[in-house]
């Protein structure tokens, strides 16, 4: 099947502002998306490296900023 990788990441980015919290002052997320996702949007830069023993991933400004907005834009009423 073809998608729309584009979206899917957005989309992507998006939910995972309904896991985020913030330790130590970075915001991170569950880690609950496919890798080949969370590959893209670090690639993008709106997520630090997603590889490693962490349970969580961490955003960057720039990724922390636009989790929310595309959140609000997808799924707020």
């Known amino acids: ?6 979206k899917v990441d957005e989309a992507a980015l998006a ?5 985020s919290f913030s330790e130590h002052g970075t ?3 569950w880690r609950n998306i496919a890798w080949e ?3 893209r949007l670090y690639e993008k830069g709106l997520i630090h ?3 490693g023993k962490a349970k969580s ?7 922390e ?3 929310e907005a595309l959140f609000n834009e997808l799924f707020a009423r």
């Open 1 to 6: 099947m073809e998608y729309n990788e584009r």
């Open 15 to 19: 939910l995972l502002y309904l896991t």
């Open 27 to 29: 915001t991170r997320a």
């Open 37 to 39: 996702v969370t590959d």
């Open 49 to 51: 490296d997603p590889k």
């Open 57 to 63: 991933i961490a955003f960057t400004e720039e990724g």
């Open 65 to 67: 900023k636009q989790c």
